[in-house]
């Protein structure tokens, strides 16, 4: 309605474009995925218990999309009028982690078989590839944002679309285990098994790519953003780890 592309004259607008418009509110729901994790650990061990510093990449790709769940009541209400599709999807996800580790070693020094616990605390920066198309009724008579007629057929059919890497930095912890096995001085092969979980992810404000068909930063005067939020992300994994022992 106070669009200045769909409706520049301000038909059928009385106070209400006076004031930023109020907060919308959605949510997706995706499943989980498989991803490669890669990374590089220094450590110390005087003794049975074992220190380290640990560098982790993960790259993780979704092919998912989602119907988007609303929950404020102005966007539920054009939701039963006027938008007939409104989905997201997940492309990527990247993070690059550091954990300080703390390890029991079992078994005796120099064994051929030694299995370990631990656990760890660290951060990371994630990278999401989200995108989100929100599409209105192609028929003016299911528009009910306008009285006007004429303006009810610009607004039929019209897009709102969003397309972003979006970033954060998040903290978590780490629990690990696993089985080393000595090949010769000083080499050991060994899995590690890696159950970790982070704190809530939130991105920065992104600007909608397009909003109702046209450039979100000149519909209404002022830019129009969005941003992602999760609960909190996790995964756990199973890796082949190869140690030199000084």
């Not at 580790?101 to 994630?126: C, E, H, I, L, Q």
């Not at 609960?231 to 994994?237: C, I, S, Y």
């Amino acid at each position: 309605m106070c669009s200045l592309i769909i409706n520049p004259l301000g038909v059928d607008v009385t106070d209400q474009c006076d004031d930023p418009p109020p907060p919308t509110f959605w949510t997706n729901s995706f499943g989980g995925t498989t991803d490669i994790q890669s990374g590089l650990t220094v450590g110390y061990a005087p003794g049975p218990i074992r220190i380290e510093g640990e560098y982790v990449h993960r790259m993780s790709s979704y092919t998912d999309r989602s119907d988007i769940a609303i929950f404020d009541d102005v966007t539920i209400d054009k939701q039963e009028q006027e938008i007939e599709l409104a989905i997201g999807r997940v492309e990527d996800l990247r993070s690059h982690h550091v954990f300080a580790n703390v390890y029991y070693d079992f078994g005796a020094a120099m064994a051929k078989w030694t299995p370990y616990v631990g656990a760890g605390v660290g951060m990371g920066r994630s990278a999401l590839g989200y995108g989100t198309v929100w599409k209105r009724n192609d028929d003016p008579a299911r528009i009910a944002t306008f009285v006007d007629p004429t303006l009810r057929a610009k607004l039929a059919g019209t897009t709102t679309i969003g397309d972003a890497r979006l970033t954060d930095v998040v903290v978590g912890y780490q629990l690990l285990g696993g089985l080393d096995y000595r090949l010769r001085d000083p080499l050991t092969l060994g899995i590690k098994i890696r159950w970790a979980r982070f704190g809530e992810f939130m991105s920065d404000p992104v600007l909608w790519d397009q909003l109702r068909s046209h450039e979100s930063s000149v519909g209404r005067g002022e830019a129009v953003v969005y941003r992602i939020a999760t609960d909190g992300t996790g995964f756990w994994g199973v890796g082949l780890n190869l140690k030199y022992w000084f």
